[in-house]
């Protein structure tokens, strides 16, 4: 079956970066993209970013040009998010997500407090 | 690329009807066919309800269907259960691999 496990809780300080984890199985890894999407405290799901595993071509909303980096490893068939130049804003629970927003990963909450 | 714009909440009765609305633009929604919808209940990982306008991936119930008309995209929640209740994205293919979500609807079932 399809899953995508991500990596743990983190804390961070403000101007730090960091780095999610998503490691998928079940299905084979370079034939479909993953996004990340993430939720602050009381606000809406917020589309960052997608990449395509088999080549690493990646895209990203304007809004974390800059700051974001998503990445993948076919050896272990995982993906990851690299958020740099936090700030309290970037709190949020983030979630990866296979291509048609079909199967999700549990979400890691990310806390930026100084 | 601003949010798709979706009413803050809904409600409806157990067994009643409710549409939610999820309104971009002719470079959004109203460009392509690749309109989502995603039940969210909080603290657990958001399931998609509908792909495609108005597909349902198997195990969701013929109680959810969609919609589209124009640049908006509509959810309809018929026969409405206690567990329906959740918020409710909607997402939309924006083109170059760009993705936008609503602002999402809060669905209270009275």
């Known amino acids: 079956q399809v899953q995508l496990v991500q990596s743990g809780a983190e804390v961070k300080t403000p101007g730090a970066s960091v780095k999610v984890s998503c490691k998928t199985s079940g299905y084979t890894f370079t034939s479909y993209y993953i996004h990340w999407v993430r939720q602050a405290p009381g606000q809406g799901l917020e589309w960052m970013g997608i990449?395509?595993?088999?080549?690493?071509?990646?895209s990203y909303t304007q809004k974390f040009q800059g700051r974001l980096t998503v990445t993948s490893d076919t050896s272990t068939s995982t993906v990851y998010m690299d958020l740099s130049s936090l700030r309290s804003e970037d709190t949020a629970v983030y979630y990866c997500?296979?291509?048609?927003?079909?199967?999700w990963g549990q979400g890691t909450l990310v806390n930026v407090s100084s | 690329q601003s949010a798709l714009t979706q009413p803050p909440s809904a409600s409806g009765s157990p067994g009643q009807s409710v549409t939610i609305s999820c309104t971009g633009t002719s470079s959004d929604i109203g460009a392509y066919k690749f309109v989502s919808w995603c039940q969210h209940h909080p603290g657990k990982a958001p399931k998609l309800m509908i792909y495609e306008v108005n597909k349902r991936p198997s195990g969701v119930p013929d109680r959810f269907s969609g919609s589209k008309s124009g640049n908006t995209a509509s959810l309809t929640v018929s026969g409405l259960q206690a567990e329906d209740e959740a918020d409710y994205y909607c997402?939309?293919?924006?083109?170059?691999?760009?993705?936008?979500f609503g602002t999402g609807t809060k669905l209270t079932v009275l």
């Open positions: 997402s939309s293919y924006i083109g170059g691999n760009n993705y936008v």
């Open positions: 997500t296979l291509a048609g927003f079909d199967y």
């Open positions: 990449i395509n595993p088999s080549d690493g071509d990646t």
